[in-house]
């Protein structure tokens, strides 16, 4: 079964070593805690806060190994008022046997109030 997996995270400045720093950090997270098999992966979509414009963050995953075939998107979230700034997104489509209630999306950072229910 295909599932989504969200996480998001925010960064202090928008400079590329440090946008591609909290993306990685939130990419291990995401992988760790659900044991994602890049060769199970069937997307992986990124989102950035308007105000995020030095670095695309899935430029990271250059890093990551065996990702090379896993088709990845950029694009850049709706400029809501008064909503959370210097915030990356991720969406991971996978194909796992993990329940829907069982999987364990990730908030970091000033991200974590986006979801509080699932921060903990």
């Not at 995270?9 to 760790?32: G, Q, Y």
């Amino acid at each position: 079964m295909i599932r989504g997996i969200r996480g998001a995270t925010t960064v202090e400045r928008d400079h590329e070593s440090e946008v591609l720093a909290a993306t990685s950090e939130l990419m291990n997270a995401l992988i760790e805690k659900n044991g994602i098999k890049p060769d199970r992966v069937a997307s992986l979509l990124f989102s950035a806060t308007a105000d995020i414009r030095s670095a695309f963050p899935s430029k990271v995953m250059r890093q990551f190994s065996g990702w090379k075939y896993v088709p990845i998107m950029n694009m850049q979230e709706i400029p809501v008022e008064g909503s959370l700034v210097r915030c990356i997104r991720i969406l991971i489509h996978v194909d796992t046997d993990i329940g829907q209630e069982d999987i364990k999306h990730v908030y970091l950072r000033r991200a974590a109030v986006l979801r509080p229910d699932l921060t903990k």
